[in-house]
């Protein structure tokens, strides 16, 4: 009995530290990106970081750029921003 009591307690608290920031940052660390609210999905990532050249502090900088100009956008939407600037610079 207080097994299982001590495991529902874990469950809870691991649920609950996962609605925070830092519980989410870990959440993305981790693979689970596309399981998080808000988080921008593995594709997107994967894709402008190959649009970049593999550049990981280009898209870092690009994203950036988007969080200053558009704070009140989460994550997903700061790369999708990005993506479309990359593909508009590509048009002829």
Not at 11 to 30: C, H, M, P, S, W
Not at 43 to 55: I, Q, S
Request: net charge neutral; charged share 30%; aromatic share 6%.
């Amino acid at each position: 009995m207080q097994f299982l009591l001590l495991l529902i307690v874990g469950a809870v608290t691991l649920a609950i530290f996962a609605t925070t920031d830092r519980g989410r940052e870990i959440a993305k660390r981790i693979g689970f990106r596309d399981r998080v609210k808000g988080a921008a999905p593995s594709e997107d990532v994967a894709f402008l970081l190959t649009a970049c050249g593999g550049d990981q502090e280009e898209v870092a900088r690009l994203v950036a750029l988007e969080r200053d100009q558009y704070s009140d956008l989460s994550e997903a939407d700061h790369y999708r921003r990005a993506i479309r600037k990359i593909l508009a610079a590509r048009e002829p």
